[in-house]
Nanobody
Framework: VQLQASGGGLVQAGGSLRLSCTASGFTFDEYAVGWFRQAPGKEREFISGATWRLPSVEYRDSVKGRFTISRDNANNTVYLEMNNLKPEDTAAYYC???????????????WGQGTLVTVSS
């Protein structure tokens, strides 16, 4: 069982990136998927999450209207589309999966490695 996160990079303020989280060894059907980020010197924070058994999505207030979480069943991948990026979005981004429907928690079963997003001003 593994989660592979990718898609980070360097972008100017106002730009866009799409992060990917691909699962191997399981499918997302029975899982909640969360995206988190951690900036240097700061605690990890919940950014967005989704469940599909009882479809639901959640976003942190600071990213609402700019970030969109979605799923590609064929590729067993969850995406985080990030638009209008700001310097304060700079962080290592992580995806995670847990059985059930609770998203706003740090208790996830599986974590992907971080992918770094840097937004220049």
């Amino acid at each position: 069982v593994q989660l592979q996160a990718s898609g980070g990079g360097l972008v100017q303020a106002g730009g866009s990136l799409r992060l990917s989280c691909t699962a191997s060894g399981f499918t997302f059907d029975e899982y909640a998927v969360g995206w988190f980020r951690q900036a240097p010197g700061k605690e990890r924070e919940f950014i967005s999450g989704a469940t599909w058994r009882l479809p639901s999505v959640e976003y942190r207030d600071s990213v609402k209207g700019r970030f969109t979480i979605s799923r590609d069943n064929a590729n067993n991948t969850v995406y985080l589309e990030m638009n209008n990026l700001k310097p304060e979005d700079t962080a290592a981004y992580y995806c995670a999966a847990r059985r059930g429907t609770t998203m706003r928690t740090n208790f996830y079963d599986y974590w992907g490695q971080g992918t770094l997003v840097t937004v220049s001003s």
